[in-house]
Each structure stands twice: as C-alpha cells, then as structure tokens.
C-alpha cells in the first residue's frame, strides 16, 4: 500500500498565479480531507468528501479556494489568484468510512509546502 | 477554532526517561485520537480511545481520558531518541465526521 500520495511536495509562487495541489488517497477509502498547517493557526480542516461528494466546506477560506473529487483515486485543491498568506503545508488525508459514529484514523500524506512570494 | 489543546507545548527530556502530554477539549466527544509529526512529514495515527474507555495501551504508549474533565494525557514510557516529534491530540464533535487537531507538543528526546 503506497499510502496517500500528495504532489508536488514543494511549490513556489507568485502572487496571483493559479496553484494547483493535488491528492491520491488510499484506495478503498471512502472519505478525504484537506487540511492547511501554520505555526500561527496549526492544523486546520478546510474541506472533506464522502464517496466524492463534498460534505463540508466550511474550512475554506476565501472563494479563491476551490476543492474537488472528480473520481475516488484523485482529488484537487486549487488557489485562485494565491497571495503570500496562502503559503502553508497543505495535507490531504484519508479515511475508512465511519461506524456507529466512531471516527476512523486518518491516514495522511506528506504534504504540500507551499510559498507564495 | 481548536478543540484540543495540548500541554506543554514543549518538551525536552533525556532517552530513557517517561515523556507525558496532556490535551484538553472542549465539547462531547465519541473518541478521542493521538497523532505524531516527525519534521517534514505527515502525521501518523497512533492510538484511538473511545469514549466509554478510560485507559489504553500500545506498546510504549498509554493514553488516559477523562470524559468528566475533558482531557486526555499520552505517556511514552522508556523514550528513544527516534521519539523526537510534534504529538497531536484529535477529536471530532459527536456525529461530526471531521477530526479536529490540537497545537501539539514538541517533543525533544536527548540522547
């Protein structure tokens, strides 16, 4: 099992431009998560998706944040236009369906270190 | 907003000696997960510990909760030098699906 595979591992920027991160989560996993990680705010959701279907958004910041799963083994994150304030370590993670309301471990990628100058 | 919130926020000891963590939450919760960050990567689950539970073990690894006082504490017995990482506490509100994570603690293990 390769794990949730994220790319690129490292993108730099400028403001303005289009930023795409992309995510493979393990298959047979059934839910995916985006996450951004600063020092200033820590780990924080932005998006997740059920059987490919958007279940929350609420994490997202701004409308320049757009998310989406078009398929079970491939999900995007895309910025548009980013701006300085965007840079972060963004993760992609994925889970097992969830039972009798118990929370399954997520499994994680490695990220994407993103620097928007 | 955080749910959990860990402490301390740093932590440096020498190998061989116990390193504890505790994380504190704020709402109902149906379980309640650790997690490790080694520099550069993504985190990795360590030990998941339902509400109805009060103590847990893997390995090196002990994780109380006390539902009545919102916490829960993570103790790594006999710690190595390969400990060294961020620990994060996670929980998710009763019927989200969503984890949310704690500000971690960094762990230092001197060897």
């Known amino acids: 099992d390769a794990g949730v595979i994220q790319s690129p591992r490292h993108e730099v920027t400028e403001m303005g431009q289009e930023v795409t991160l992309r995510c493979k989560p393990i298959s047979g996993h059934d839910y995916l998560f985006w996450y951004r990680q600063t020092m200033m705010r820590g780990l924080e959701l932005l998006i997740y998706f059920n059987n490919n279907v958007p279940i929350d958004d609420s994490g997202m910041p701004e409308d320049r944040f757009s998310a989406k799963m078009p398929n079970a083994s491939f999900s995007t994150l895309k910025i548009q236009p980013s701006e300085p304030r965007d840079s972060a370590v963004y993760f992609c993670a994925s889970s097992l369906g969830v039972r009798r309301n118990m929370n399954s471990p997520l499994h994680f990628g490695n990220g994407t270190r993103l620097t928007v100058t | 907003s955080q749910q959990g919130e860990e402490d301390p926020q740093a932590l440096s000891i020498q190998e061989g000696e116990n390193a504890t963590m505790n994380c504190s939450y704020k709402?109902?919760?149906?379980?309640l997960q650790w997690y490790r960050q080694n520099s550069g990567r993504g985190l990795v689950h360590l030990i998941l510990?339902?509400?109805?539970?009060r103590e847990k073990h893997s390995g090196r690894l002990r994780v109380t909760l006390d539902t009545s006082k919102k916490s829960s504490s993570l103790l790594i017995t006999a710690s190595r030098a390969a400990d060294t990482a961020s620990y994060f506490c996670?929980?998710?509100?009763?019927?989200?699906?969503?984890?949310?994570f704690g500000s971690g603690t960094r762990l230092q293990v001197q060897p």
């Open positions: 510990i339902r509400s109805n539970e």
């Open positions: 709402t109902s919760i149906n379980n």
């Open positions: 996670a929980t998710a509100d009763t019927g989200r699906r969503a984890l949310t």
